[in-house]
Protein backbone atom coordinates (compact mmCIF):
# COMPACT_ATOMS: atom_id res chain seq x y z
CA UNK A 1 0.00 0.00 0.00
CA UNK A 2 1.55 3.22 -1.27
CA UNK A 3 2.00 5.93 1.63
CA UNK A 4 -0.92 8.34 0.28
CA UNK A 5 -3.07 5.70 0.56
CA UNK A 6 -1.96 4.37 4.00
CA UNK A 7 -2.54 8.05 5.26
CA UNK A 8 -5.96 8.11 3.53
CA UNK A 9 -7.18 5.03 5.27
CA UNK A 10 -5.90 5.95 8.70
CA UNK A 11 -7.67 9.04 8.50
CA UNK A 12 -10.84 6.91 7.37
CA UNK A 13 -10.41 4.21 10.06
CA UNK A 14 -9.76 6.65 12.73
CA UNK A 15 -12.60 9.05 12.09
CA UNK A 16 -14.92 6.53 11.97
CA UNK A 17 -13.75 5.11 15.15
CA UNK A 18 -13.98 8.50 17.24
CA UNK A 19 -17.86 8.91 15.82
CA UNK A 20 -18.52 5.28 17.16
CA UNK A 21 -17.33 6.17 20.66
CA UNK A 22 -19.71 9.24 20.14
CA UNK A 23 -22.22 6.98 19.32
CA UNK A 24 -21.52 4.50 21.92
CA UNK A 25 -21.76 7.37 24.48
CA UNK A 26 -25.03 8.83 22.95
CA UNK A 27 -26.97 5.72 23.01
CA UNK A 28 -25.59 3.72 25.85
CA UNK A 29 -24.79 6.89 27.82
CA UNK A 30 -22.11 4.66 30.21
CA UNK A 31 -21.84 5.73 33.86
CA UNK A 32 -24.14 8.22 33.72
CA UNK A 33 -21.80 10.57 31.54
CA UNK A 34 -25.03 12.02 29.37
CA UNK A 35 -27.54 13.53 31.36
CA UNK A 36 -29.22 15.32 28.76
CA UNK A 37 -32.85 14.61 27.66
CA UNK A 38 -34.02 15.08 24.64
CA UNK A 39 -37.82 16.66 24.27
CA UNK A 40 -39.03 17.16 28.23
CA UNK A 41 -42.76 17.21 28.50
CA UNK A 42 -44.61 19.66 30.89
CA UNK A 43 -47.92 18.83 31.71
CA UNK A 44 -49.16 22.34 32.92
CA UNK A 45 -49.55 23.67 29.03
CA UNK A 46 -47.83 27.18 27.59
CA UNK A 47 -47.91 28.90 31.00
CA UNK A 48 -44.85 31.16 32.37
CA UNK A 49 -44.15 28.67 35.32
CA UNK A 50 -44.03 25.41 32.78
CA UNK A 51 -41.75 27.51 30.69
CA UNK A 52 -39.57 28.17 34.24
CA UNK A 53 -40.11 24.63 34.63
CA UNK A 54 -38.62 23.13 31.51
CA UNK A 55 -35.34 25.97 31.69
CA UNK A 56 -34.79 24.21 35.18
CA UNK A 57 -34.89 20.65 33.72
CA UNK A 58 -32.95 21.64 30.67
CA UNK A 59 -30.27 24.37 31.33
CA UNK A 60 -29.08 25.57 28.28
CA UNK A 61 -25.49 23.64 28.90
CA UNK A 62 -27.25 20.54 28.92
CA UNK A 63 -28.93 21.40 25.48
CA UNK A 64 -25.43 21.84 24.18
CA UNK A 65 -23.45 18.83 25.08
CA UNK A 66 -26.30 16.84 24.12
CA UNK A 67 -26.12 18.95 20.44
CA UNK A 68 -22.69 18.72 20.22
CA UNK A 69 -22.31 14.73 20.93
CA UNK A 70 -24.84 14.57 18.70
CA UNK A 71 -23.65 16.51 15.98
CA UNK A 72 -20.17 14.75 16.25
CA UNK A 73 -21.39 11.58 16.43
CA UNK A 74 -23.63 12.19 13.05
CA UNK A 75 -21.45 14.08 11.29
CA UNK A 76 -17.95 13.14 11.97
CA UNK A 77 -18.19 10.51 9.03
CA UNK A 78 -18.90 13.28 6.38
CA UNK A 79 -15.47 14.85 7.34
CA UNK A 80 -13.18 12.56 5.66
CA UNK A 81 -12.82 13.76 2.95
CA UNK A 82 -11.80 17.14 3.73
CA UNK A 83 -9.64 16.02 6.06
CA UNK A 84 -7.43 13.60 3.41
CA UNK A 85 -7.74 16.94 1.58
CA UNK A 86 -6.13 18.79 4.01
CA UNK A 87 -3.41 16.38 4.89
CA UNK A 88 -2.61 15.83 1.41
CA UNK A 89 -1.73 19.41 0.99
CA UNK A 90 0.01 20.40 4.40
CA UNK A 91 3.56 19.68 5.97
CA UNK A 92 3.44 16.90 7.98
CA UNK A 93 4.09 19.17 11.14
CA UNK A 94 1.14 21.14 10.37
CA UNK A 95 -1.87 18.30 9.65
CA UNK A 96 -2.55 17.52 12.53
CA UNK A 97 -3.35 20.86 13.89
CA UNK A 98 -5.14 22.09 10.68
CA UNK A 99 -7.10 18.92 10.58
CA UNK A 100 -8.33 20.07 14.22
CA UNK A 101 -9.11 23.53 13.06
CA UNK A 102 -10.96 22.43 10.43
CA UNK A 103 -12.96 20.51 12.25
CA UNK A 104 -13.11 23.33 15.22
CA UNK A 105 -14.74 25.28 13.00
CA UNK A 106 -17.12 23.15 11.26
CA UNK A 107 -18.45 22.07 14.69
CA UNK A 108 -18.84 26.12 15.62
CA UNK A 109 -21.61 25.99 13.03
CA UNK A 110 -23.71 23.51 14.26
CA UNK A 111 -23.26 24.48 17.72
CA UNK A 112 -24.60 28.22 16.57
CA UNK A 113 -27.52 26.58 14.94
CA UNK A 114 -28.25 24.48 18.24
CA UNK A 115 -28.98 27.32 19.80
CA UNK A 116 -31.57 27.98 17.53
CA UNK A 117 -32.86 24.22 17.27
CA UNK A 118 -33.28 24.04 20.73
CA UNK A 119 -35.01 26.54 21.39
CA UNK A 120 -37.42 25.45 18.30
CA UNK A 121 -37.15 21.97 20.29
CA UNK A 122 -38.19 23.73 23.51
CA UNK A 123 -41.06 26.01 22.40
CA UNK A 124 -42.89 22.92 20.90
CA UNK A 125 -42.71 21.02 23.65
CA UNK A 126 -43.96 23.72 25.47
CA UNK A 127 -47.27 24.30 23.20
CA UNK A 128 -47.24 20.24 22.11
CA UNK A 129 -46.28 17.96 25.15
CA UNK A 130 -45.57 14.62 24.05
CA UNK A 131 -47.07 14.80 20.57
CA UNK A 132 -45.87 14.11 17.54
CA UNK A 133 -47.15 16.57 15.46
CA UNK A 134 -44.46 18.79 15.36
CA UNK A 135 -42.04 16.24 14.53
CA UNK A 136 -44.58 14.99 11.39
CA UNK A 137 -44.52 18.58 10.16
CA UNK A 138 -41.00 18.91 10.19
CA UNK A 139 -40.86 15.06 8.33
CA UNK A 140 -42.83 16.74 5.62
CA UNK A 141 -40.59 19.99 5.61
CA UNK A 142 -37.64 17.62 5.56
CA UNK A 143 -38.87 15.59 2.58
CA UNK A 144 -39.80 18.79 0.37
CA UNK A 145 -36.18 19.94 1.35
CA UNK A 146 -34.76 16.68 0.55
CA UNK A 147 -35.70 17.12 -3.37
CA UNK A 148 -35.63 21.17 -3.75
CA UNK A 149 -32.80 22.70 -5.84
CA UNK A 150 -31.80 24.82 -2.86
CA UNK A 151 -30.52 21.45 -1.33
CA UNK A 152 -28.96 20.52 -3.86
CA UNK A 153 -26.99 24.01 -4.20
CA UNK A 154 -25.83 23.16 -0.70
CA UNK A 155 -24.45 19.40 -1.65
CA UNK A 156 -22.60 21.12 -4.07
CA UNK A 157 -21.09 23.78 -2.30
CA UNK A 158 -20.24 20.85 -0.11
CA UNK A 159 -17.49 19.27 -2.16
CA UNK A 160 -15.73 22.45 -2.40
CA UNK A 161 -12.14 22.21 -1.50
CA UNK A 162 -10.60 25.56 -1.08
CA UNK A 163 -6.91 26.42 -1.06
CA UNK A 164 -4.87 26.40 1.89
CA UNK A 165 -1.48 28.27 3.05
CA UNK A 166 1.39 26.61 4.18
CA UNK A 167 2.38 28.30 6.58
CA UNK A 168 1.85 30.43 10.18
CA UNK A 169 -1.59 32.26 10.97
CA UNK A 170 -2.83 31.98 7.40
CA UNK A 171 -2.61 28.30 7.48
CA UNK A 172 -4.57 28.41 10.17
CA UNK A 173 -7.30 30.86 9.33
CA UNK A 174 -8.20 29.06 5.86
CA UNK A 175 -8.00 25.80 7.70
CA UNK A 176 -10.63 27.03 10.08
CA UNK A 177 -12.36 29.00 7.22
CA UNK A 178 -12.50 25.98 5.28
CA UNK A 179 -14.66 24.36 8.27
CA UNK A 180 -16.80 26.79 8.89
CA UNK A 181 -17.85 27.16 5.13
CA UNK A 182 -18.21 23.67 5.28
CA UNK A 183 -20.29 23.74 8.44
CA UNK A 184 -22.85 26.76 6.51
CA UNK A 185 -23.43 24.20 3.93
CA UNK A 186 -23.79 21.36 5.90
CA UNK A 187 -26.36 22.80 7.57
CA UNK A 188 -28.18 24.24 4.58
CA UNK A 189 -28.47 20.91 3.00
CA UNK A 190 -29.23 18.95 6.48
CA UNK A 191 -30.95 21.37 9.00
CA UNK A 192 -34.74 19.72 8.51
CA UNK A 193 -32.97 16.38 9.01
CA UNK A 194 -30.94 16.93 11.95
CA UNK A 195 -34.22 19.05 13.60
CA UNK A 196 -36.45 15.61 13.30
CA UNK A 197 -35.19 12.90 15.35
CA UNK A 198 -35.28 15.46 18.34
CA UNK A 199 -39.04 16.44 17.92
CA UNK A 200 -40.04 12.77 18.37
CA UNK A 201 -41.34 12.19 21.50
CA UNK A 202 -39.83 8.67 21.38
CA UNK A 203 -37.94 6.40 18.96
CA UNK A 204 -35.25 9.61 18.52
CA UNK A 205 -32.00 7.50 18.43
CA UNK A 206 -33.33 4.91 15.89
CA UNK A 207 -34.46 7.84 13.62
CA UNK A 208 -30.75 9.37 14.07
CA UNK A 209 -29.07 6.39 12.59
CA UNK A 210 -31.81 6.49 9.84
CA UNK A 211 -30.96 10.42 9.17
CA UNK A 212 -26.87 9.59 9.34
CA UNK A 213 -27.28 7.01 7.00
CA UNK A 214 -29.43 9.16 4.68
CA UNK A 215 -26.80 11.99 5.26
CA UNK A 216 -23.46 10.48 4.87
CA UNK A 217 -24.86 8.78 1.80
CA UNK A 218 -26.20 12.05 -0.23
CA UNK A 219 -22.44 13.38 0.94
CA UNK A 220 -21.36 10.67 -0.96
CA UNK A 221 -23.43 11.42 -4.60
CA UNK A 222 -21.71 13.31 -6.74
CA UNK A 223 -23.22 17.16 -7.59
CA UNK A 224 -25.78 17.85 -9.49
CA UNK A 225 -27.45 20.57 -11.61
CA UNK A 226 -29.43 21.97 -8.39
CA UNK A 227 -33.54 21.67 -9.58
CA UNK A 228 -36.17 19.62 -8.23
CA UNK A 229 -34.83 16.16 -8.41
CA UNK A 230 -36.73 13.13 -6.82
CA UNK A 231 -34.21 10.82 -5.63
CA UNK A 232 -33.17 9.51 -2.26
CA UNK A 233 -29.45 10.16 -2.87
CA UNK A 234 -28.79 6.25 -1.15
CA UNK A 235 -24.98 5.63 -2.60
CA UNK A 236 -24.15 4.19 0.76
CA UNK A 237 -26.90 1.67 0.53
CA UNK A 238 -25.61 0.67 -3.05
CA UNK A 239 -22.44 0.19 -2.23
CA UNK A 240 -23.08 -1.89 1.26
CA UNK A 241 -25.16 -3.97 -1.32
CA UNK A 242 -22.33 -4.03 -4.04
CA UNK A 243 -19.70 -5.48 -1.36
CA UNK A 244 -22.17 -8.09 0.68
CA UNK A 245 -23.17 -8.93 -2.99
CA UNK A 246 -19.28 -9.30 -4.00
CA UNK A 247 -18.44 -11.24 -0.82
CA UNK A 248 -21.39 -13.47 -1.06
CA UNK A 249 -20.28 -14.30 -4.92
CA UNK A 250 -16.67 -15.12 -3.44
CA UNK A 251 -17.68 -16.91 -0.90
CA UNK A 252 -19.82 -19.65 -2.62
CA UNK A 253 -16.87 -19.75 -5.28
CA UNK A 254 -14.19 -20.65 -3.03
CA UNK A 255 -16.54 -23.27 -1.11
Not at 110 to 116: E, P, R
Not at 177 to 204: K, R, Y
Request: hydrophobic share 55%; aromatic share 12%.
Amino acid sequence: MKTSERIRYSISITILAVSLLFWVVLLFNPGGIMTVKHCHVTLEGPSKASLQMMIQMNPVSDLMIGWTLMVLAMMLPKLISPVQYIYERSFKSRRFWSALLFILGYTAVWIVMGFFMNALIMGMNLLLPNSYIPAIGVGIIAVIWQFSPVKQRCLNRGHDHVPLAAFGSEADRDAFMFGIMHGVWCVGAGWALMLFPMLLPSGHNLAMIVVTFVMISEHMEHPRFPRWHFSFRLKLLRIIVAQTSSHLKSAFKIN
